[in-house]
């Protein structure tokens, strides 16, 4: 039984106020802190912030933690649900108490805090780990599935200062036997690349973007890349480390066009046809093996066209929102082969694992992400194990918030390999995890 919900304002990985659940039950208390997106799609649930510019800028989150004191947790106390057997009906009942298709009422940043604590506090009264209430909730088979970690080395776009127009560029170590071996090589790289930019542009290079990974003065995706190419090779992981890019091309779509240039002094207009030409040229000289959101949410026929020959993981962030409508749409204008998971995209875990189930209904992968602004709580690594994503990405392996994740995703593995538990690591199988 829920005896209490307590909220308060606390801060995220970017100094901006976010909101932080405590609930109790007869069994303890249950804590889950919100994450907060910057490269945020238009069709997201509703992140409530106060607008009052006397506190934080107007960022507070104060009438989200009202919220929660005086409407959701007397809600949740008074509806005798049973946060071990009842996740469904209980994320029904905040998505009723809200009304609003975007959870603009309460706040999706409100709702999902309840939702997220009552997973945990579900799990601890079911006598399980997190990973395994989340996998019942899904129904997704065993043996678990360890995931494949997409490093996030080199920031761009909206989440560092540097010229680069492309958001992201990831390290996956596909060739690891293990998640903890693939963190290691993750982070071998992470430190050859860090010697690359300090050889190439001196020490005063080597500062961090949001996500932890270094934001040389580059503006190229091929620079980035180059740079990735030497300290894999220097790190002695040729061939068996991927990369990634998620040029988060929303953020500089303009009347039609892309500006690549959009942080340079002058803009560098591409048309759609042009931008396909560049990924084309990317994806045959890299060794990449997924591409996420390379158009607009809006650019649907340029999503479809490249889709028909995309070689590789093709998935939309923006574009599909964490939502089984757009998720449907998606299918239908066959507009990509892989959903982006964030959970506060669309407010609840149930949800969440709804679309995720969507998706591999029509045989598409589950890519798991934290958000550029998040926080030490590491809820989504439990998540992709529960949910057989095969792959999440959580940023570099640097910054406090951004190795929570995967200081967590090996403590489950050890757990799963203690209790002589089959457990695979993804690998190479990243995009079919969920039917190894
Ligand atoms: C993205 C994310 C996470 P943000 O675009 O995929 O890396 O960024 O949280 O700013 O939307
Ligand atoms: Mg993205």
Same mark, same amino acid.
């Given at each position: 039984?829920?005896?209490?919900?307590?909220? /308060?304002?606390?801060?995220?990985?970017?100094?901006?106020?976010? +909101?932080?659940?405590?609930?109790?039950?007869?069994?303890?208390?249950?804590?889950?802190?919100?994450?907060?997106?910057?490269?945020?799609?238009?069709?997201?649930?509703?992140?409530?912030?106060?607008?009052?510019?006397?506190?934080?800028?107007?960022?507070?989150?104060?009438?989200?933690?009202?919220?929660?004191?005086?409407?959701?947790?007397?809600?949740?106390?008074?509806?005798?649900?049973?946060?071990?057997?009842? $996740?469904?009906?209980?994320?029904?009942?905040?998505?009723?108490?809200?009304?609003?298709?975007?959870?603009?009422?309460?706040?999706?940043?409100?709702?999902?805090?309840?939702?997220?604590?009552?997973?945990?506090?579900?799990? /601890?009264?079911?006598?399980?780990?997190?990973?395994?209430?989340?996998?019942?909730?899904?129904?997704?088979?065993?043996?678990?599935?360890?995931? +494949?970690?997409?490093?996030?080395?080199? =920031?761009?776009?909206?989440?560092?200062?540097?010229?680069?127009?492309? $958001?992201?560029?990831?390290?996956?170590?596909?060739?690891?036997?293990?998640?903890?071996?693939?963190?290691?090589?993750?982070?071998?790289?992470?430190?050859?690349?860090?010697?690359?930019? +300090?050889?190439?542009?001196?020490?005063?290079?080597?500062?961090?973007?949001?996500?932890?990974?270094?934001?040389?003065?580059?503006? $190229?995706?091929?620079?980035?890349?180059?740079?990735?190419?030497?300290?894999?090779?220097?790190?002695?992981?040729?061939?068996?480390?991927?990369?990634?890019?998620?040029?988060?091309?929303?953020?500089?779509?303009?009347?039609?066009?892309?500006?690549?240039?959009?942080?340079?002094?002058?803009? =560098?207009?591409?048309?759609?046809?042009?931008?396909?030409?560049?990924?084309?040229?990317?994806? $045959?000289?890299?060794?990449?093996?997924?591409?996420?959101?390379?158009?607009?949410?809006?650019?649907?026929?340029?999503?479809?066209?490249?889709?028909?020959?995309?070689?590789?993981?093709?998935?939309?962030?923006?574009?599909?929102?964490?939502?089984?409508?757009?998720?449907?749409?998606?299918?239908?204008?066959?507009?990509?082969?892989?959903?982006?998971?964030?959970?506060?995209?669309?407010?609840?875990?149930?949800?969440?694992?709804? /679309?995720?189930?969507?998706?591999?209904?029509?045989?598409?992968?589950?890519?798991?992400?934290?958000?550029?602004?998040?926080?030490?709580?590491?809820?989504?690594?439990?998540?992709?194990?529960?949910?057989?994503?095969?792959?999440?990405?959580?940023?570099?392996?640097?910054?406090?918030?951004?190795?929570?994740?995967?200081?967590?995703?090996?403590?489950?593995?050890?757990?799963?390999?203690?209790?002589?538990?089959?457990?695979?690591?993804?690998?190479?199988?990243?995009?079919?995890?969920?039917?190894?």
């Amino acid at each position: 039984m829920i005896r209490s919900v307590q909220a /308060a304002q606390r801060l995220d990985s970017r100094g901006h106020p976010t +909101v932080q659940v405590d609930l109790t039950t007869d069994r303890g208390t249950f804590r889950a802190i919100v994450p907060s997106g910057a490269s945020t799609g238009a069709n997201e649930a509703i992140e409530l912030r106060d607008g009052d510019n006397s506190a934080y800028g107007g960022q507070g989150v104060q009438k989200a933690v009202s919220n929660i004191r005086l409407v959701i947790g007397p809600a949740l106390v008074q509806s005798g649900l049973k946060v071990d057997t009842d $996740q469904r009906m209980i994320d029904c009942l905040l998505k009723h108490l809200d009304g609003t298709k975007n959870k603009s009422k309460l706040g999706a940043n409100a709702i999902l805090g309840a939702s997220m604590a009552c997973a945990r506090a579900g799990a /601890a009264h079911a006598g399980i780990p997190l990973y395994e209430f989340l996998r019942r909730e899904s129904g997704a088979k065993k043996p678990f599935v360890m995931p +494949v970690p997409f490093f996030n080395v080199l =920031n761009g776009g909206v989440h560092s200062g540097n010229k680069m127009a492309f $958001q992201e560029t990831m390290i996956a170590p596909v060739g690891a036997s293990s998640f903890t071996e693939a963190v290691q090589m993750g982070c071998e790289v992470y430190q050859k690349l860090k010697k690359v930019i +300090v050889e190439k542009y001196g020490t005063s290079a080597t500062g961090i973007g949001d996500e932890g990974g270094f934001a040389p003065p580059i503006s $190229q995706p091929h620079e980035a890349l180059d740079l990735l190419v030497q300290a894999v090779s220097l790190a002695g992981y040729s061939g068996r480390i991927k990369f990634a890019i998620d040029p988060a091309s929303s953020e500089f779509f303009k009347d039609g066009n892309y500006d690549i240039g959009f942080k340079d002094d002058k803009p =560098n207009l591409q048309s759609s046809k042009q931008l396909t030409d560049l990924y084309r040229s990317l994806l $045959q000289n890299y060794p990449i093996v997924l591409l996420e959101d390379p158009f607009a949410e809006t650019d649907w026929d340029s999503w479809t066209e490249f889709n028909k020959e995309c070689p590789v993981e093709l998935v939309g962030d923006d574009l599909l929102v964490t939502n089984t409508k757009y998720v449907q749409e998606a299918n239908e204008k066959r507009a990509c082969n892989s959903m982006l998971l964030k959970i506060n995209q669309i407010g609840t875990i149930s949800e969440a694992i709804e /679309a995720a189930n969507l998706a591999y209904s029509f045989d598409w992968s589950v890519f798991v992400s934290h958000r550029s602004g998040e926080t030490t709580d590491d809820f989504i690594a439990d998540l992709v194990v529960g949910l057989r994503t095969g792959h999440l990405k959580s940023g570099a392996p640097c910054r406090g918030e951004r190795v929570a994740k995967y200081n967590r995703l090996m403590d489950i593995e050890a757990d799963l390999l203690g209790k002589g538990e089959k457990c695979l690591y993804a690998g190479s199988q990243f995009r079919v995890a969920s039917k190894c």
